[in-house]
């Protein structure tokens, strides 16, 4: 055997390839490796505010849960669930629900639900979007399908299945691109791609640094946005099985009850796409590669700061020093409070001085 081959044989996978992934949140990234989590936000003060955490998968707990195509499924519920969890606990970080001030109907709401009334509003949040979803992805393309079929003689047949898969892409490029246009949206878009090449610097095993980060591309195989882009595709050749000529509400049913294949299917190539680069996964990949030029901007150095400094802290054991960095910038500001508290209660007790002297 030749040293060519021999090397090609023994060559190994970068082990850092798929080992952490994150999500954009408000003014800051969320990381995930393995079942930790760390929260890093920009405040207004310019200081960064990191809350860890964990999450772990049912996969783990449930064997059955981690079989290929039910596990993209299940994935997708998890990522779901955690996004919001995510969004949510962001907001608080950067204080935004502590200066809005309470309608009539905003008391109402907490008097009579009290601590349940983030999760009934996030759970109506959520009803709402997969309705909103489920009208301008599933039913909108499949009424403007039956109509153009309704004006060719002799009906499109097969390229009905074309059609309706590229109304679906042409509704998500016109919305993402819609969106990209408002202010606190570019700059999620920003963190985006702030997350993408400090994930991008770690994997290529180069210092995690703001600067040797702003190197490396915005664009990942693994993103959500690739993961839409290919479900979009991949649900054009499993709908294909579902014949026109039923009505329109039955056959919109029954490409539901198929959209766990389209999803399952779509993980599991998206898994492959991440931890393989090759030529095939290269090409299969670009249509969700090219999406992410909508889906993210280009970063300044201090939102990559945010995203390396969430990304250390979901990785403790790789990156022990951050864990004791931000063990004292807590102390610091316990004390910091405490102090705070101390002044405030002194200045307090004089004032009552003053006031029973002034008596």
């Known amino acids: 055997m030749s040293d060519k081959n021999c090397s090609c044989k023994n060559k190994e996978k970068n082990p850092r390839l798929g080992k952490v992934g994150g999500q954009a949140v408000l003014e800051g990234i969320m990381m995930r490796a393995g079942d930790n989590t760390s929260l890093a936000v920009r405040k207004e003060d310019g200081s960064i505010a990191v809350e860890n955490g964990t999450f772990t998968s049912v996969r783990k707990k449930h064997k059955i849960l981690n079989i290929p195509i039910i596990r993209g499924c299940v994935n997708m519920v998890e990522m779901f669930t955690l996004s919001y969890s995510t969004l949510e606990q962001s907001a608080k970080m950067l204080g935004l629900d502590e200066f809005e001030e309470e309608t009539k109907f905003d008391k109402w709401l907490k008097e009579k639900l009290g601590d349940k009334l983030m999760n009934v509003v996030m759970s109506v949040a959520a009803v709402l979007g997969v309705a909103l979803a489920f009208g301008l992805f599933t039913f909108l393309p499949a009424l403007i399908t039956k109509w153009l079929n309704s004006l060719v003689e002799g009906g499109l047949g097969w390229w009905q299945n074309l059609i309706s898969g590229g109304v679906r892409i042409t509704i998500f490029v016109a919305y993402m691109m819609l969106v990209s246009l408002m202010k606190e949206i570019r700059t ?172």
């Open 188 to 359: 999620t878009f920003e963190y985006h791609g702030a997350e993408h090449k400090s994930i991008a610097c770690y994997e290529a095993g180069e210092e995690l640094t703001p600067e040797n980060a702003k190197k490396y591309t915005r664009f990942h195989p693994r993103c959500g946005t690739s993961f839409i882009f290919v479900v979009l595709i991949i649900s054009i050749l499993i709908f294909s099985i579902v014949k026109w000529e039923m009505n329109v509400f039955a056959m919109v049913a029954l490409r539901l009850c198929l959209l766990p294949v389209v999803v399952g299917i779509s993980f599991e190539f998206l898994m492959i796409a991440g931890k393989h680069q090759n030529f095939i996964t290269k090409i299969l990949s670009a249509p969700g590669l090219l999406m992410q030029r909508i889906t993210t901007k280009e970063p300044s150095l201090d939102q990559l700061e945010v995203a390396i400094k969430a990304l250390k802290c979901a990785m403790p054991d790789e990156f022990p020093e951050e864990l004791i960095e931000n063990s004292e910038e807590s102390t610091e500001e316990a004390e910091e409070s405490e102090n705070s508290a101390e002044n405030t209660e002194e200045a307090e007790t004089a004032e009552n001085t003053e006031t029973e002297n002034d008596g």
